[in-house]
Structure formats: C-alpha cells, structure tokens
T-cell receptor, first 112, second 114 residues
Framework: LAKTTQPISMDSYEGQEVNITCSHN???????ITWYQQFPSQGPRFIIQ???TKVTNEVASLFIPADRKSSTLSLPRVSLSDTAVYYC?????????????FGSGTRLSIRP | GAGVSQSPSNKVTEKGKDVELRCDPI?????LYWYRQRLGQGLEFLIY????????KSGLPSDRFSAERTGESVSTLTIQRTQQEDSAVYLC????????????FGDGTRLSIL
C-alpha cells in the first residue's frame, strides 16, 4: 500500500509561504501524487496533482524530487481562509481505489 | 455547474434502525466513491463504483453495510441495524473515467446514532 506520512499540524501567519511535506517511500511507478484541502463541515477539495518535478496552478505549487519519495505542497502568501486540513494522496485512482489512503492529513492554522 | 449532491445533510436515528444515504454525482462521472470520516480523523474508504458495478467493496466494515448504483448515476449507501459506532460523516465523491482523475466530493451526510 502506498502509505503517506505528513505532519499532524502546522501553524503560520498571514502573508507567509507555507510548505507542507509528505513522505511516500513506497510510491509505485504508476502512482500520481494528489493534494486535497478540507474545510470543516465540507468534503475535501482537489488542489493539485503531479507526477514529477514541479507543477503550479493558481492556488499552489507542488514540488516532487527525482526519487519521488516525498513531495511538498507550497502555498504562497497564505490568508486566514487557508486554515484547513490538507491531505496528501498517492495512488492510482479507479481500480486501485481501496489502495488510496487519505490518512489524517495536516491541520494548518493561519493566524493574523 | 452542479457539484456532487448528498442527502440528507444530517440524519439522527435510533440504534437498530436502518438508514439510507443518497449521492447524486456529477453528470458524466462514471467513477463513484463512498468514504466514512469519524470526528477529527481522516477519510476511510468504503466502496468504489465504476459505472453500476462495484469492483472494489473491500472497505465496507461489515455485512450491515451495502451500496448500489443505478443508471451510472445515483448511488445509495444503506446501513442496516445501525450501531453507535456508525456515527460519522459519510462522504461521496465522483470522478471522470480514466486514471488519476481527481475526485469531486459532496459535503457529506452527518449520521448520528442515538
């Protein structure tokens, strides 16, 4: 199983850049890395996905080193509204659905 | 456009009763997932549908849990003879066909067993 390890919680301040790192030592060749964000009383929301190197969209960047055993979600200039739980997932969707493990995520708290 | 819709948003019932939770996925999303999330915890995979078939139901915790999907659309998760440990938020997600498609989640049904 493609298990991931991420910090349980992180704190930061408005305007700072926040980097959340996820370890996935057993990542398989076909596995992609996907990050989701979850606010209280809501379902998770897709943020970004990547396979290798760097991916950037309007919300975040995802850095993946050559060995792909870890990945870092980077949130530029966070605001209070970025307070949420962030999940790192590794795995192939669809037929390997049960192998996708959300884990407990990283609880990010942003302070004024 | 319309997202994933789940109903009811909240359900309170007595121990031993049966409950049925509904999920309306995004149109055209052939993949559908059910998860359970206990308070303060991560998501626990329950079952996956591809079309109307469930190739992976390995996450269903007991034979009291069942799910079906019809018309490659609506799915229902049924819990029979509910127990207090079934109290949780039940989340549904749908995705486009193909590998590595992101999942789109509903806001869940909060189930409370008295």
């Amino acid at each position: 199983l493609a298990k991931t390890t991420q910090p349980i919680s992180m704190d930061s301040y408005e305007g700072q850049e926040v980097n959340i790192t996820c370890s996935h030592n057993n990542i398989a060749t076909n596995d992609y890395i996907t990050w989701y964000q979850q606010f209280p009383s809501q379902g998770p929301r897709f943020i970004i996905q990547g396979y290798k190197t760097k991916v950037t969209n309007e919300v975040a960047s995802l850095f993946i080193p050559a060995d792909r055993k870890s990945s870092t979600l980077s949130l530029p200039r966070v605001s209070l509204s970025d307070t949420a739980v962030y999940y790192c997932l590794v795995g192939e969707e669809g037929s390997s659905a049960s192998k996708i493990i959300f884990g407990s995520g990283t609880r990010l708290s942003i302070r004024p | 456009g319309a997202g994933v819709s789940q109903s009811p948003s909240n359900k309170v019932t007595e121990k031993g009763k049966d409950v049925e939770l509904r999920c309306d996925p995004i149109s055209g999303h052939t993949a559908l997932y059910w998860y359970r999330q206990r308070l303060g915890q991560g998501l626990e995979f329950l079952i996956y549908f591809q079309g109307n078939s469930a190739p992976d139901k390995s996450g269903l915790p007991s034979d009291r849990f069942s799910a079906e999907r019809t018309g490659e659309s609506v799915s229902t998760l049924t819990i029979q003879r509910t127990q207090q440990e079934d109290s949780a938020v039940y989340l549904c997600a749908s995705a486009l066909p193909g590998r590595n498609q992101p999942q789109h989640f509903g806001d869940g049904t909060r189930l409370s067993i008295l």
